[in-house]
């Protein structure tokens, strides 16, 4: 497994969790990667992304300002902490390495990772 997501969880509406992806070496670090989501019964959906250094940020206008997307390179992990959630944040959260080293909604993402599932209630 190259990407492997953690962190899903049940809360309550408002609360915060903060997920992480875990990926080796070669698939991450130098390469764009992206957090998506798929609530039931719809399609897969982009939530943010972020460049291979960190210094570039994308985000889907449903989560700007709640979601933070972060890196550690060191680490090889990608972090996405995600505050003030509402129900419609449920979804399984999945992270994907991008083809490119700037990421986005556009870039193909060519690996990606068992997701985690994110549960909100109100």
């Known amino acids: 497994v190259q990407l492997q997501a953690s962190g899903g969880g049940s809360v309550q509406a408002g609360a915060s969790l903060r997920l992480s992806c875990t990926c080796s070496?070669?698939?991450?670090?130098?390469?764009?990667v992206g957090w998506f989501r798929q609530a039931p019964g719809k399609e897969r959906e982009f939530v943010a992304s972020?460049?291979?250094?960190?210094?570039?940020?994308v985000y889907d206008d449903s989560v700007k300002g709640r979601f933070t997307i972060s890196r550690d390179r060191a680490k090889n992990t990608v972090y996405l902490q995600m505050n003030s959630l509402r129900p419609e944040d449920t979804a399984v959260y999945h992270c994907?390495?991008?083809?490119?080293?700037?990421?986005?909604?556009?870039?193909?993402?060519?690996?990606w990772g068992q997701g985690t599932l994110v549960t909100v209630s109100s």
């Open positions: 994907a390495s991008g083809r490119s080293s700037f990421g986005g909604r556009t870039t193909p993402y060519d690996y």
């Open positions: 070496r070669r698939t991450c670090s130098n390469n764009a």
């Open positions: 972020i460049s291979w250094n960190g210094g570039s940020t």
